[in-house]
Structure formats: C-alpha cells, structure tokens
C-alpha cells in the first residue's frame, strides 16, 4: 500500500469565483485533501461553495409544435455547442443536423438521410473537432461523418465497428488536441454484460492505439438467464440487477478519462501528474420496499418472456441506492455527478395491459446533479426544472447549461439555462 501524507485541511469560505456563487451564503465546503503515491484525494466532508442548491432558468429555447421546419424535430440525438455559443441540434429521425446562432436563429442544415457524400444512414451523436469541423457518428455504415459548416464541405472517416449492438447509443467525444474518439461496445468474455472500448483518430481520421476506461473490469451485481441451446456462443447471461453500482465514466476536453465504481462516492481524473480523486460524504438514499417489489417484479416479468420458469437467482435488491448514476465532463473542464435521488410512484399514462413490457407505474427519480471544479472544489448541487432530459447528454460550460426538453405533448426543444443561485 502506498504512503500517505495528510497535506492539508482546508476550511473554504470561497475556493472558487463564478458567477452563480455571487451572493451565496454559508462557510463553504469542508475539505480535506490527502496524497497518495500519485493520487491526490480531495474529499468534502460537508458544505459548498455556493452555499445552496442552484436552479437553471432558461434563457434561449429552440422547438416548436408547428412552425418552419428548422424547429421541429423529430428526436433529438445529441447537441453541441460551440466556443461562440452557435448550437448543433442532431436529429436522429430526420438525419441531419441543424445549426443556430448563439440567440438561437437558425444558420443551415448539414446532412440528410441517404449512402451518398455527406448524407447519413444513422445518426446517434454530434461533435464539434478543434478546427471547427462538425463530427457525427453513422455507426451503420462504420464511419465518423464530417462537415464544414458554412461551406459544404463533407469528408468521411471509417472504422471498425466491433460488435453492433441494437439499442447501444455510441457517443462521440472530442477533445481540444484534434483527436476524435469513437466509443465500441463490446459483449464482456462470458457475454453478461457490455464494456466498451475506446477508438481514438486523430486529426486526419487515422485509428490510433484503442483505449479501455480504467475500472471497466467491474462486474456489477446480476441475475443468470438461460437462453438455450439455439442462442449462439452466449447460452447464459448475466443481466445487471437494478438499483446496484455500476462503472461510469467520459472523456473530459484533454481527451482523458473521468472514471468511478459507484459502490461509493469516488471519482478518478486522469491528469499529467497522477490521478486525481473526488471524494465526498453523502446519505444513502433508501430504497423502499415498494420500489424493490417493482424492480423484482418487472426484473421476474422480463426474464420469464425467455425463460418462463425463471426465478430470482442473485443477490437482492439493495436497501440503499449507489450514490450517483452517471458523469460528465464540461466543456470547461467542470465534473457533473448525476446522482440517484429518492423515487416515487407514477402512473404510466401509456400503460398498455397487452405489453408484457409495460407496467402500469413507473418509479422516477428526479434529477440532480453535483458539480464539481476541475481541482475537485465542491460547488454545489444543480436541481434542473421539470421536463429537462438527462439524455441526449446535456452540455455544460461555466454557469450555461444546453439540454433537451420533453413537455406533456412530448414536444422536444433545446434550451440555454443559465445557472442561479438562491440569497
């Protein structure tokens, strides 16, 4: 075990300067920051900077229910947005892309659906490359699919695609150094779950040596289902039990990893000197028996529709949620923490008593997300308002926050959000 050496204590009333904290009160984060071989651990142990939960109010919304066609998408797959605030709005459905200025008037659309020079056969993310080119993955055809924008431009980058799997969403990450990164999932050895592997091209497109998130040899919690003898190489897997710790991770803008195991609060940063390492004192969210006898249920359901006389094979549902359920990376370098928040239950307004699939309540949890500076100072928690979708994956710069929005009529919309805080 490496030594350690406690090298501070620090008790903030002001580790970072940003808009949304003006005027926040409370003593600031409690932190202790530890050194570890190579990792350096700051852990909070209570507190934040801003002092309060923040709320995002919106600023610029981009969708209509009718109107031209620029603003009404079908489904929106990704978003990006660029250092002047100009706004690419991928839409999966209609397979293009569509840019707007940075108040949200529409400039041009890149793409379409087609095999043709530029056009697309699908469409699953958007990035924007360090010289300004527009990237979007065609995993359908194994190709990174780029655009000059305002001048009709289109190149086209194959790759190996791995193994395709129906319904895997295979994010594109940029970063500032030129390189684009494709992300392959893959079956794990023994086909139980999916890992990924990482591509990188670089500014020319050509595949550089393949990247694996650090702590993707985690196997989370699971149950066993047979599939039988016609089922190929994989005649049993392993699905992954709800409510259990999963591994997560993302790219931040100098291409490297931002990774966690969430049995516990602890994030890693990959940085030229070491590892830095998040750490922060949280309650356990509790499950109820209610919500473990819905997941139990719909877990048993879903099982038998393979194997009808499946039953509960694994270990329980935990009694306590992990403590987040997804990371990512600003543009600014920020550390956004989605974590798991109490549920309740819902009625399923599309409940369809003929699908074996469908359930009569669901059992949503509301979004919240902690940020973090990129030296691990604790900001504080982001409350993001009703309809605000945590997929397409939202993007984050600062105190602005651009994110897809569903209302009642299922009506999708990219809107600008600027970060405030209460006081």
Same mark, same amino acid.
């Given at each position: 075990?490496?030594?350690?050496? /406690?090298?501070?204590?620090?008790?903030?009333?002001?580790?970072?300067?940003?808009?949304?904290?003006?005027?926040?009160?409370?003593?600031?984060? +409690? %932190?202790?920051?530890?050194?570890?071989?190579?990792?350096?651990?700051?852990?909070?142990?209570?507190?934040?900077?801003?002092?309060?939960?923040?709320?995002?109010?919106?600023?610029?919304?981009?969708?209509?229910?009718?109107?031209?066609?620029?603003?009404?998408?079908?489904?929106?797959?990704?978003?990006?947005?660029?250092?002047?605030?100009?706004?690419?709005?991928?839409?999966?459905?209609?397979?293009?892309?569509?840019?707007?200025?940075?108040?949200?008037?529409?400039?041009?659309?890149?793409?379409?659906?087609?095999?043709?020079?530029?056009?697309?056969?699908?469409?699953?993310?958007? !990035?924007?490359?360090?010289?300004?080119?527009?990237?979007?993955?065609?995993?359908?055809?194994?190709?990174?699919? /780029?655009?000059?924008?305002?001048?009709?431009?289109?190149?086209?980058?194959?790759?190996?695609?791995? !193994?395709?799997?129906?319904?895997?969403?295979?994010? /594109?990450?940029?970063?500032?150094?030129?390189? &684009?990164?494709?992300?392959?999932?893959?079956?794990?050895?023994?086909?139980?779950?999916?890992?990924?592997?990482?591509?990188?091209?670089?500014?020319?497109?050509?595949?550089?040596?393949? /990247?694996?998130?650090?702590?993707?040899?985690?196997?989370?919690?699971?149950?066993?289902?047979?599939?039988? @003898?016609?089922?190929?190489?994989?005649?049993?897997?392993?699905?992954?039990?709800?409510? &259990?710790?999963?591994?997560?991770?993302?790219?931040?803008?100098?291409?490297?990893?931002?990774?966690?195991?969430?049995?516990?609060?602890?994030?890693? @940063?990959?940085?030229?000197?070491?590892?830095?390492?998040?750490?922060?004192?949280?309650?356990?969210?509790?499950?109820?028996?209610?919500?473990?006898?819905?997941?139990?249920?719909?877990?048993?359901?879903? @099982?038998?529709?393979?194997?009808?006389?499946?039953?509960?094979?694994?270990?329980?549902?935990?009694?306590?949620?992990?403590?987040?359920?997804?990371?990512?990376?600003?543009?600014?370098?920020?550390?956004?923490?989605?974590?798991? &928040?109490?549920?309740?239950?819902?009625?399923?307004?599309? +409940?369809?008593?003929?699908?074996?699939?469908?359930?009569?309540?669901?059992?949503?949890?509301?979004?919240?997300?902690?940020?973090?500076?990129?030296?691990? &100072? +604790?900001?504080?928690?982001?409350?993001?308002?009703?309809?605000?979708?945590?997929?397409?994956?939202?993007?984050?710069?600062?105190?602005? %926050?651009?994110?897809?929005?569903?209302?009642?009529?299922?009506?999708?919309?990219?809107?600008?959000?600027?970060?405030?805080?209460?006081?």
């Amino acid at each position: 075990m490496p030594p350690r050496t /406690l090298t501070s204590l620090i008790i903030a009333t002001s580790l970072a300067a940003c808009d949304a904290g003006a005027g926040a009160s409370g003593a600031g984060p +409690y %932190v202790v920051v530890e050194t570890r071989g190579d990792t350096t651990v700051v852990r909070t142990l209570s507190g934040s900077v801003w002092g309060a939960d923040a709320r995002l109010v919106p600023q610029i919304s981009i969708g209509e229910v009718e109107g031209p066609e620029e603003v009404l998408f079908g489904r929106i797959g990704s978003i990006a947005v660029d250092d002047e605030e100009r706004m690419y709005v991928l839409d999966s459905q209609a397979l293009n892309v569509r840019v707007f200025d940075s108040a949200g008037e529409y400039l041009e659309t890149l793409g379409g659906p087609g095999e043709g020079p530029g056009e697309l056969s699908s469409a699953e993310s958007v !990035v924007l490359l360090a010289d300004g080119r527009v990237a979007v993955n065609d995993q359908l055809d194994h190709r990174v699919q /780029l655009y000059r924008p305002g001048r009709g431009e289109t190149e086209a980058w194959p790759y190996s695609a791995g !193994v395709l799997i129906v319904g895997s969403r295979q994010q /594109l990450y940029a970063d500032r150094h030129g390189r &684009t990164f494709v992300v392959v999932p893959q079956f794990s050895s023994v086909g139980d779950f999916v890992r990924y592997a990482i591509v990188p091209l670089d500014s020319n497109g050509v595949p550089q040596d393949t /990247l694996l998130p650090p702590g993707g040899d985690f196997e989370p919690p699971s149950v066993e289902l047979e599939l039988g @003898m016609d089922s190929g190489p994989f005649r049993r897997i392993s699905p992954t039990i709800p409510l &259990t710790a999963r591994h997560y991770w993302t790219l931040n803008p100098d291409g490297r990893f931002v990774t966690g195991v969430s049995t516990d609060y602890r994030v890693d @940063m990959e940085r030229e000197d070491g590892v830095l390492r998040i750490e922060r004192v949280y309650e356990p969210v509790a499950v109820s028996e209610a919500e473990r006898s819905y997941y139990r249920e719909d877990t048993t359901r879903s @099982m038998r529709l393979t194997q009808p006389d499946w039953s509960w094979n694994g270990p329980p549902i935990p009694e306590t949620k992990p403590p987040f359920r997804g990371l990512i990376a600003g543009r600014d370098g920020r550390i956004w923490v989605q974590l798991w &928040t109490e549920a309740y239950p819902e009625e399923n307004e599309d +409940y369809d008593p003929d699908n074996p699939r469908s359930d009569p309540v669901t059992w949503p949890s509301p979004l919240r997300y902690d940020v973090f500076e990129p030296d691990g &100072t +604790y900001l504080g928690a982001v409350v993001p308002p009703e309809g605000f979708a945590d997929y397409p994956q939202p993007i984050f710069a600062g105190d602005d %926050v651009w994110a897809v929005t569903r209302d009642a009529l299922g009506v999708e919309r990219v809107v600008r959000f600027r970060i405030e805080v209460e006081g």
